[in-house]
Structure formats: structure tokens, C-alpha cells
């Protein structure tokens, strides 16, 4: 069975007059190892989906397993706990903190279960290095280049080695060779890591680096016709 299953997944959102269906009847599947994007115009969906595959919002119906496990049977406290183990998100805007270093950065997701301890220090130093970043380990986000500071962002969603890396428009702030650089590190990462990642986004040079992709279009997920 695959590592990952989104089955039959649809969400709607109430509004004042008629609901908002965002995804219709939604599945797809994903094995360790395996990468997907999820592209579409703006308003179809994706990040709502990413969101709930993320476990950060509930489907209207529908269902997900994470290595045969449904997060969302978990309480609360539970499902924050396996979110955070089990899932790492990539977003356009890093949300790095100012005052802490790159080091720093990518530790505070440990930072829950206290301080961290040798073997967390020295596993965010080895990603940092993986991602370029090893002689930048002191300096501030304000420091770096849009691109190094994503290139954090992709070291800090590695931390808790997670089963699943979620990536929402993770070069959407980037210029193209920026974005490209950054592309192409996100998938050796995955690979070396033995992740499955999804990543959603509307550029096609980011989406062309993956193993498959998808399109939403009116809450529809289906493979992407290939380009003229
Ligand atoms: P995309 O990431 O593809 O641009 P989104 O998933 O952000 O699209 O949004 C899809 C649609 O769902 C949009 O019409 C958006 O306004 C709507 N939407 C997203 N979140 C909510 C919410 N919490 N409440 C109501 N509508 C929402
Ligand atoms: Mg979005």
C-alpha cells in the first residue's frame, strides 16, 4: 500500500450565500521516495489541499493515511505531535526568525521538546551544509539572499527526517535561476532523504522537475495534459 493515500478528499466552505465547494472528490497516492506537483490557476485549490494533506485544516469529507495512520482520529495535542514528527512544510514566505541565526532557524522546530540536544545540533549542521549553507550557520536571516534564506526554509523542514515533505509555491518569491537552484535542491534533498513531497505550484519550470503531476481545476484533481 502506498505511504501516503488522500481518498476521495472534498472540501467546502460556507459562505453568506452559496457554499464554496474547493475540492471535489480529491485522491491521489504516494510512496516513500515519490514526488508529485500540484499545479493550477490561482483560487483552485492547491494550497487548500496542501493544507489538508498537512493535517493544518480537515476535509468536508473524505479521508488521509499517513503510513497506514489517520491523523485525523488524533486529538488535538496528539495531531500537532504528528504533524510535527511526521511532516515538513515549505513555504514561499520562510517565516524565518529575524533574531536567531540560520542554525537557530532550523532548530526551532526541536525546540518543543525542549532544548535541543548534541545529535539535533549536529543534524541541522549537516543539512545546512547539504543545502550550501555550512559557513553561513551564525548569520541572521537578514543576512542572506532570498534564495539562501529558502534554502534554510528547506534544511528547517527536514529536521524531524519527515515521512512527507509539503512544499506550497517554495520558489514563488525567487527569480528563475534563483528558483531554479532551489528546485533542483528540494528534489536531491527528497531523494537522498527518501521523502515523498509534494509541491504546489504555478510555475511549470518547478513543476517539470517532478515525477508527476497533477492539475485542480474546478476542485478536480487530474493529470496534467502534457504542454503544445
Ligand atoms: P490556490 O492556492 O490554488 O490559489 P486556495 O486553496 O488558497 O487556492 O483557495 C481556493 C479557494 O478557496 C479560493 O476561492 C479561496 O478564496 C477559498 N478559501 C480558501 N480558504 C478559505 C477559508 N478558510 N474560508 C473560505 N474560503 C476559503
Ligand atoms: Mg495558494
Redesign the pocket.
Known amino acids: 500500500m502506498a505511504d501516503l493515500v488522500v481518498d476521495h478528499v472534498s472540501?467546502t466552505?460556507?459562505?453568506r450565500s452559496e457554499p464554496?465547494h474547493?475540492l471535489r472528490d480529491v485522491s491521489l497516492t504516494l510512496s516513500a521516495g515519490e514526488n508529485l506537483a500540484i499545479v493550477?490557476?490561482?483560487?483552485?485549490?492547491?494550497?487548500?489541499?496542501?493544507?489538508i494533506i498537512g493535517t493544518l485544516?480537515r476535509p468536508t469529507s473524505g479521508s488521509i493515511t499517513l503510513d497506514g495512520d489517520n491523523p485525523f482520529a488524533l486529538a488535538e495535542a496528539k495531531l500537532a505531535h504528528f504533524r510535527a514528527q511526521r511532516i515538513g512544510f515549505v513555504f514561499q514566505e520562510h517565516h524565518l526568525l529575524p533574531q536567531l541565526t540560520v542554525l537557530e532557524n532550523v532548530l526551532v522546530p526541536t525546540l518543543a521538546e525542549g532544548s535541543p540536544g548534541k545529535e539535533a545540533v549536529e543534524h541541522a549542521r549537516e543539512l545546512l551544509a547539504r543545502v550550501g549553507l555550512g559557513e553561513r550557520l551564525e548569520h541572521r536571516p537578514a543576512e542572506l539572499s532570498g534564495g539562501e534564506r529558502a534554502r534554510v526554509g528547506v534544511a528547517r523542514a527536514l529536521i524531524h527526517r519527515p515521512a512527507l515533505l509539503l512544499a506550497?509555491?517554495p520558489t514563488g518569491a525567487l527569480d528563475r535561476a534563483t528558483a531554479s537552484v532551489v528546485g533542483e535542491l528540494l528534489v536531491k534533498l527528497q531523494a537522498q532523504e527518501n521523502t515523498m513531497l509534494i509541491v504546489?505550484t504555478?510555475s511549470q519550470e518547478l513543476a517539470a522537475l517532478m515525477q508527476q503531476r497533477l492539475e485542480?481545476n474546478n476542485g478536480h484533481l487530474s493529470p496534467q495534459p502534457p504542454s503544445q
Open positions: 472540501k466552505f460556507p459562505t464554496l474547493v493550477g490557476p490561482s483560487g483552485s485549490g492547491k494550497s487548500t489541499l496542501l493544507q485544516d506550497d509555491e504546489v504555478h485542480l
